[in-house]
Structure formats: structure tokens, C-alpha cells
């Protein structure tokens, strides 16, 4: 081959390497477009801001992270996301690959980087640490100014917004506050509003808000990087800690370091705020001593909202949109409509409006209440059934019965424990499509025999004895509510 030939081939391998650069840039910017659009722009900044896409080849497609704790969080969070994303904007994409990238970031010249990083130099050892050992982020919209208060939550939300404004110097009032609610009622909501709070009156104090996944994360991070110590010391300087999800708190040893952490704030005269989706009493699976301790603080409940208060949860919304795009008009009669209809959570009500002020952004169709039944069908109260769980049962049975959720697993054979164990049994298998030895197992790990048994036993009193027949249906309409 002449020396003028192989010129001419070297420059058409560059020039085709630059066109399939500029092809994976622009799919890479498409990938991203959609995932702010997914994520909205707080997550998306926080996590995907810093990565870059280093190449394509194979089918594979490589992206960089600044720090191992990013690139972790993206491949265990994003990765079946961004295959997805990336078949749809690129095609013919088989698996993303994120690596950490060296601080010192050379001009690619292939299409794949497949080097190994090379060693973190101090400084940004340092900074890697930092970052690792950072809070979840916040949402800038959470704040105590955009929290509806009502009855339903005024206990709650009074005493978040009294642990933010304490004044410096004084001793925590509620320590631990610990607020459950169910699904969408405004628990995170409340934790990040403290956040917010806290920053802007006291800039000194040192606040960290962090879900319980990225806790136990981030400890099984540092176990394998040998970075235990800085890790506790990390989260022992925090003057609030607001943990959130604590019921997915689960390994022994994850369990035993919250323990230790816990107790050495409370004892330090830290302030401690944790949310949860049910009562301290009634977390599976979290050892005794975690539940001690949360239990001998202020705990608090917040229950779903009534309709007054989702209209005016509604109005908010609305407002905030509107400052957006003073356009968007949604009918009084077709707030009113939602404010029935969507009695499940202030997620869902969030849910029913933006498809509306989606319709009212691209549709030339005024917004009806048959217009509006028909987009948010889906999330109207009653449509379908109420998935009951057999903890749900356990939880109101006890109540009615003034005994204990414990009591009902227990081995206890007392006349006030055993027959309202006979009736929580009767209707988790009247109620839910549990089977026999399913049941056993979640009352104590009881033999499928003794549920049995429960079971007719109840069905020959409740024909017998009216006072237990409309006990029982009141104990279906509450667990139905």
C-alpha cells in the first residue's frame, strides 16, 4: 500500500470517528433532555450533571462519574433507565457501563474509553469522601410555605416547623420527632421543609437530610472502603438529622450502627427527625432497641386529608402553576370534581392536576368535568377494590381491641388476646387472597391447622352472635376506608 493510500485511509477511520462522535454527543444530549424531563430538574441535577458519555461501541455504552459514590448510585438507581433511553434515542443498545473518571480528563481519541482510572490523588480523595458522605438532595418546592396545613396534619407540622425555628442554644423539645403517615401525605414533604427552614435561620447549623437506602449505601460504602470511622464521625457531627423511610431499614449490622448513631445524637443533645409509613410499634423487622428508642419520643400521625383540605392543596398547586405560565386556567366545578374523586393522597391530587394543566397547555378543548373523569379515571377513589395487607388487619383489630399488634403474633393464649386473634385471622383470609399456612406465618409462624380453625370458628359465631357480626363489619368498613 502506498504511502498516499494509507493517508487516505487514516483519514477517512478519523473522519468516520468523528461523525459516530457527533452521532452518540447528540443522542447522549437527547438521553439527558429526557431524563430532566423525567426526573425534573433538582434530581436531575443532583445525580446526572457531572456524568459524561465517554463513547459507543458493541452496543455498549460508557459514561463517566467524578466520584465512586455517584458512579454506584447511577448503576445501581439508572441503569435499566438509561438502556432504555439510550435504545430510543440511539438504538441497538445492549448495556451502560459508568466508571469513575480520572481528575485529570484527557480528549478521547477512540470511541470507548477502556482504561482503568487512574490513582485519586489526595485533594480529590478528600472531596470524594465529602460527596459520599453527603445528605440525599432536597427539592427546592418542599418548603413549610408550600405545605398545606390542616387537621389532619397540624399536630405534625407545628412541631416540624418548632424544631426549625428553635432558637440556638436551646435543648431539642421533641427528640426524636418521628411523624408517620401513608403514601403521599406529606411526610418527606415536612422532613426537607425543616431542611429548608434550618439553612435560611440558622446557616450555622449543620443539617443533613438522608433517606435510609442512601444510609445503608453509604455504610456498606465505607465497610468496603475502610472508611467506617469517617462515616460515623460524619453523621455524629450533624446538629439535625432527618431521616426518611425508616421502615426500610433492614441488615443486622446496618441496624446496629443507626442504633449507635442514634443514641450518641440523642445523648449529644442533637435534634433526630424520622418518618416512617406506620407507627414505631408496628416496624417489622427493626431491632427492639431502634424501636425503644423511637418510641420514647414525640411520636406523631398524620392522616389523609379531607376534602376541604385537598381543594386547598389544589389551590396551591394551581398557584404554583400558574406563576409558571399565568395561561393555565382549570375550572372551579372541575377542582371542586377532584377534590371528591381523589381521596387517596396528595400525590394522586398532584397527579389529576398536572394532566390537566397539560390538557389546558396543548389541547384547544375546554376543560370539562367529563374531559377531566376521562384523564384521571384511573386515580378515582373506588374504582377498583382496596388492596388490603394482613398487617393493615392486625394493626385495626388491635386498636378496636385495645391490645397490642405484638400481642396478636405472641404466643399469649389469654381470652382478651385469643379471640381477637381468631378475628384478625378470620379476615385476612376473608379479606385478602392469602392462604392458610401464609397467614400462620405472619401470626408468630402459627401452623396452618390453628389458623383453620380460627377461621370456623369465627364463621360459626358470626351467625350466632349479632353484637361479633357487626363488630366484624365495622372492622371491614375501616379497613375498606
Request: with cysteine.
Amino acid at each position: 500500500m502506498s504511502a498516499e493510500a494509507a493517508k487516505i485511509m487514516k483519514e477517512q477511520d478519523v473522519a468516520e470517528t468523528d461523525v459516530e462522535r457527533r452521532d452518540w454527543d447528540e443522542a447522549w444530549a437527547r438521553v439527558k433532555k429526557r431524563l430532566r424531563t423525567e426526573l425534573g430538574d433538582d434530581v436531575f441535577t443532583s445525580w446526572f450533571a457531572r456524568i459524561e458519555c465517554d463513547g459507543v461501541a458493541a452496543g455498549v455504552v460508557s459514561l463517566s462519574a467524578p466520584t465512586l459514590f455517584l458512579k454506584g448510585w447511577i448503576k445501581s438507581h439508572y441503569s435499566d433507565r438509561l438502556v432504555a433511553l439510550w435504545n430510543a434515542e440511539y438504538g441497538d443498545v445492549r448495556r451502560v457501563d459508568v466508571v469513575k473518571r480520572s481528575p485529570l480528563k484527557f480528549p478521547a481519541q477512540v470511541k470507548v474509553v477502556h482504561s482503568e482510572p487512574a490513582p485519586v490523588q489526595p485533594q480529590a480523595a478528600q472531596e470524594d469522601a465529602e460527596d459520599r458522605f453527603a445528605g440525599s438532595p432536597l427539592d427546592s418546592r418542599l418548603t413549610f410555605t408550600s405545605f398545606c396545613e390542616g387537621a389532619s396534619n397540624e399536630v405534625a407540622f407545628r412541631a416540624a416547623r418548632a424544631v426549625a425555628t428553635a432558637p440556638d442554644g436551646a435543648p431539642p423539645l421533641y427528640n426524636p420527632l418521628y411523624i408517620h403517615a401513608g403514601v403521599g401525605i406529606g411526610k418527606t414533604h415536612l422532613l426537607q421543609a425543616i431542611a429548608h427552614e434550618t439553612r435560611k435561620m440558622h446557616p450555622q447549623r449543620r443539617v443533613m437530610y438522608l433517606t435510609v437506602e442512601r444510609f445503608t449505601f453509604q455504610f456498606v460504602a465505607a465497610l468496603r472502603d475502610k472508611a467506617a470511622l469517617d462515616f460515623k464521625e460524619k453523621l455524629r457531627s450533624i446538629d439535625i438529622l432527618l431521616i426518611d423511610d425508616m421502615q426500610f431499614l433492614t441488615g443486622r449490622s446496618v441496624q446496629q450502627e443507626f442504633c449507635h448513631m442514634l443514641n450518641a445524637l440523642l445523648d449529644s443533645s442533637k435534634q433526630v427527625v424520622v418518618a416512617a409509613d406506620r407507627a414505631p410499634g408496628e416496624l417489622d423487622g427493626i431491632d427492639e432497641r431502634v424501636r425503644s428508642r423511637l418510641k420514647g419520643g414525640v411520636v406523631v400521625g398524620m392522616a389523609r386529608p379531607d376534602t376541604a383540605m385537598r381543594r386547598k392543596i389544589l389551590d396551591l398547586r394551581l398557584a404554583a402553576a400558574r406563576e409558571r405560565d399565568p395561561k393555565i386556567q382549570v375550572p372551579d366545578n372541575v377542582l371542586d370534581f377532584i377534590a371528591r374523586m381523589v381521596v387517596s393522597n396528595g400525590r394522586d391530587l398532584d397527579g389529576a392536576l398536572n394532566r390537566l394543566i397539560c390538557r389546558a397547555q396543548f389541547s384547544d378543548q375546554p376543560i370539562s368535568v367529563d374531559a377531566c373523569e376521562l384523564a384521571i379515571a384511573d386515580l378515582i377513589g373506588d374504582r377498583e377494590p382496596k388492596r388490603i395487607r394482613i398487617e393493615d388487619i392486625q394493626k385495626i383489630v388491635a386498636r378496636h381491641y385495645n391490645v397490642s399488634r405484638q400481642d396478636l403474633v405472641s404466643a399469649r393464649r389469654t381470652r382478651t388476646v385469643v379471640r381477637p386473634r381468631q378475628i384478625a385471622m378470620y379476615l385476612a383470609k376473608t379479606m385478602t387472597p392469602r392462604s392458610f399456612p401464609e397467614i400462620g406465618k405472619r401470626f408468630g409462624g402459627r401452623d396452618h391447622t390453628t389458623v383453620l380453625h380460627a377461621v370456623r370458628k369465627i364463621e360459626g359465631l358470626v351467625g350466632a352472635d349479632q353484637k361479633l357480626s357487626d363488630e366484624i363489619e365495622l372492622l371491614r368498613r375501616l379497613l375498606q376506608d
